[in-house]
């Protein structure tokens, strides 16, 4: 009996030690955690709107009114979580960052980042997570696809495996349709936020 009391007794000193230093590890931590998280943040909106001086959160976001106006666009399967105001020089708005997760993506979610002007132009998106196949849909994370997004002014996109040329025409990766479609559509979203939530349009 004495000999279980005193294992017992071992085990409680060993797991409250154990829980103590989880606790001073996780504090230590925790900070420079969070600044490496914040600037990858930061690295990932300057990559998507380059001329922008600075970035601060949007203080307005509500997610239920992002699903909300996702649903009413038709993109259920997508959703905003976080947005980013760009300022220029002067301190005014030029744009804003809008982070969508795909969840259509064929090895899981894809997030990314998707910079856009005040006047509808998607400047650029970057690729934030993705685990899709090797060769085939990770292509996605590569410039090559991420650049037909560039620069382009347009109400949506839709991909095409045809070669179909015009603005709103993205090349579909071979092999990795289900992949093309989910970027395509969370970038599509990240638009259908931009314009019905942040009150810009195409050519406004």
């Known amino acids: ?45 300057k990559t998507v709107l380059a001329d922008a001086v600075s970035f601060e959160d949007y203080t307005e976001f509500d997610e239920s009114e992002a699903a909300a106006a996702l649903k009413e666009g038709g993109y259920e399967s997508d959703d905003i979580t976080e947005v980013a105001v760009a300022l220029d020089e002067s301190g005014e708005t030029m744009g804003y960052v809008v982070t969508v997760t795909s969840h259509e993506g064929y090895g899981g979610g894809i997030k990314l980042s998707v910079g856009i002007l005040s006047d509808g ?42 070669g179909e040329e015009g603005d709103d025409k993205i090349d579909a990766l071979s092999g990795a349709t289900i992949t093309t479609n989910a970027v395509t559509n969370a970038v599509d979203s990240a638009l259908v936020y931009f314009q019905s939530v942040l009150g810009g349009s195409v050519n406004e």
Do not use: C, H, R, W
Request: hydrophobic letters at 40%; charged letters at 25%.
């Open 121 to 162: 132009t998607v400047k650029g998106i970057e690729t934030l997570t993705i685990t899709e196949t090797a060769g085939l849909g990770m292509k996605a994370a590569e410039p090559e696809f991420k650049d037909q997004f560039k620069d382009k002014q347009v109400e949506k996109f839709s991909y095409t495996k045809t």
């Open 1 to 45: 009996m004495n000999k279980i009391v005193k294992n017992t007794l071992i085990l409680t000193v060993i797991t409250l030690v154990a829980g103590i230093l989880l606790g001073l590890v996780y504090e230590v931590t925790k900070e420079p955690i969070a600044t490496a998280q914040e600037n990858a943040k930061q690295e990932a909106y």
